[in-house]
């Protein structure tokens, strides 16, 4: 199940990078796409299904261990914060339980962002500098060591952590609006789960996009390009393009933000409810 979620996000990722890094158009030309679809079409005719999930191996790789992190600090973030067990929590509390989540996740994600991006992009521009997720960490590591592995954590968080507050907070209001009175949240049904967990992904990608355009910016730019980080990418785009960049691959993300994120946490209450009944003291 992880490995066909990560393949539906990642055909998805592949548009939202490649919308997010273009090159500006020279003044009287097109941009290289004109929106999602457009570059749906042209990378499948230019590279077949196959550059549908270009870098693929990276995300499966850690799509589990980032999803187990992802709910474990959650679930620690929660756990800090009460004082006896049963204790509910307030919706801020809630929004600081995923924002721990989101620091957990970046360890995993950020090389694994790292890497996607560069081997989604060189297809683009037709270049083969490197052959694959393997590679393409060998070669950074010789060039720059774990901190060109690395490149982009500090972007990672400012996108991570407040979108993974929004998510589980939004999650977990959704869960309690849509439970009928005198009923236990624990009771809900698949699809009322499936449109919370869904709706809780469009929001957590709506305070992460900015974010996750200036990564994307970062990681693939040249060594020295941007000295300051994230603070010149920033000046850049908003200079050349204006503040409606920061929300590139808007389309892209959106398709994929619903489903994607519905099945993940239909597949966590699932396996919770699972792990609940063979071993209910655990």
Known sequence: MKAALAAWWLQGDVLQVRLQTQPKPQPGQPPLYSGTFDCFRKTLVGEGIRGLYRGMAAPI???TPMFAVCFFGFGLGKRLQQRKPDDVLTYPQLFAAGMLSGVFTTVIMAPGERIKCLLQIQ???GETKYTGSLDCAKQLYREAGIRGVYK???????????ASGMYFMTYEWLKNILTPEGKSVSDLSAPRILFAGGLAGIFNWAVAIPPDVLKSRFQTAPPGKYPNGFRDVLRELIREEGVASLYKGFTAVMIRAFPANAACFLGFEVAMKFLNWIAPGL
Request: charged residues 10%; aromatic residues 0%; glycine residues 12%.
């Open 123 to 125: 297809a683009a521009t």
């Open 61 to 63: 790789i850690g799509v």
């Open 152 to 162: 982009g954590t500090v972007l990672t968080l400012m996108r991570d952590v407040p």
